[in-house]
């Protein structure tokens, strides 16, 4: 008989977590495939973190379930922490401990440990490796982090914005790295607010909003494979109905959002007609258009459009 599939890296669902009167997370489901990197997106205080926190068993579900390879990150703790790796954003517990004793102190409590100087060279650490992590710039703080959430060698790692801070070589290093990881079958769950990272890196997006999963899917299928957009931005708020009499202007083939008073989406197969059209609209309303922009619709768009609101 062949084996029963394994169980997915994480699977959370009806999650339900509150702080007091505050519902951070709402009847949240969530499926992580082993061996993909799976971005998890939102606004802050969409309930990402809490989200996580959960996964990596710093809080208890208060409604719902959560399984993370296979295990309840409550109850199975002990059994699950030395097979995960989790990056977390601060790490101020370590401010006086050196850069490499604090890499081989993490390594040693690990039973097959990566080698520390080759995790540390590759990651550009050996030059800071006798400062203490309260001394090291944000970048070199952000990338020690990841190293010792790698250290142990997990089949699944957490990394919660992992670049923050990062310059552009870090940020690439950064990038081979996670995917080098999953070339070795690690999973992958990544948090960021940096939208050419998700779509460069994740093979699944997560978009996550007042508490639930909102869309998901690859990269493309939630751009719809390169749909053109315009964005339009003019230098005074637009005349009330504007949205609408665009939007009759152009056609039911092509979608307006608004989002903000000086700012409108243009969703659908634009081209060169369409912008010519925008543009003697502006003129009809005596708008002035401080930008009007034609281009592939991007993660950026989608989560406009979902949210109204943007990432950072
Ligand atoms: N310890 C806490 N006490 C009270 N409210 C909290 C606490 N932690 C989070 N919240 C609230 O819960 C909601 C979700 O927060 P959470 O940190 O999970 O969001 P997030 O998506 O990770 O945001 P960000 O992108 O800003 O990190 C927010 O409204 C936040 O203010």
């Given at each position: 008989m062949p084996d029963a599939a394994p169980s997915p890296a994480v699977e959370v669902t009806g999650l339900v977590m509150r702080y007091g009167e505050k519902?951070?997370?709402?009847h949240l489901d969530l499926r992580v495939e082993r061996g993909t990197i799976t971005a998890v997106l939102g606004p802050n205080g969409a309930g990402k973190t809490t989200t996580l926190e959960t996964c990596e068993g710093y809080r208890a579900p208060q409604q719902g379930t959560v399984r993370v390879l296979g295990l309840?990150?409550?109850?199975e703790r002990r059994a699950l922490l030395p097979r995960i790796g989790v990056m977390l954003?601060?790490?101020?517990?370590?401010?006086?401990?050196?850069a490499l004793e604090m890499l081989r102190h993490v390594a040693r409590l690990h039973a097959h440990p990566l080698d520390v100087d080759a995790l540390a060279d590759r990651l550009g650490l050996g030059d800071c490796g006798r400062t203490p992590y309260r001394r090291l710039s944000g970048g070199q703080q952000q990338r020690l982090k990841l190293a010792l959430a790698l250290v142990g060698r997990p089949e699944l790692v957490f990394v919660d914005?992992?670049?923050?801070?990062?310059?552009p070589a870090a940020r690439r290093t950064t990038w081979e790295l996670l995917r080098q990881l999953r070339t070795d079958g690690v999973t992958v769950v990544l948090t960021t607010h940096h939208m050419d990272e998700a779509e460069r890196l994740a093979d699944l997006i997560h978009i996550i909003d007042r508490g639930r999963v909102i869309a998901s899917g690859t990269p493309l299928q939630l751009t719809r494979g390169g749909t053109s957009t315009i964005r339009l931005v003019v230098t005074k708020p637009f005349p009330v109905g504007a949205p609408d009499s665009l939007q009759a202007s152009l056609g039911g083939h092509l979608e307006v959002t608004t989002i903000s008073d000086v700012s409108l989406l243009i969703t659908g197969p634009a081209d060169s007609t369409t912008l010519a059209v925008v543009s003697a609209w502006c003129e009809e309303q005596r708008v002035l258009p401080e930008s009007l922009n034609l281009g592939q619709r991007t993660l950026e768009d989608v989560f406009l459009e979902l949210t109204g609101r943007g990432l950072a």
């Open positions: 519902t951070a997370v709402d309840d990150p409550q109850r954003q601060d790490g101020g517990a370590w401010s006086g401990v050196r914005e992992p670049t923050a801070g990062m310059d």
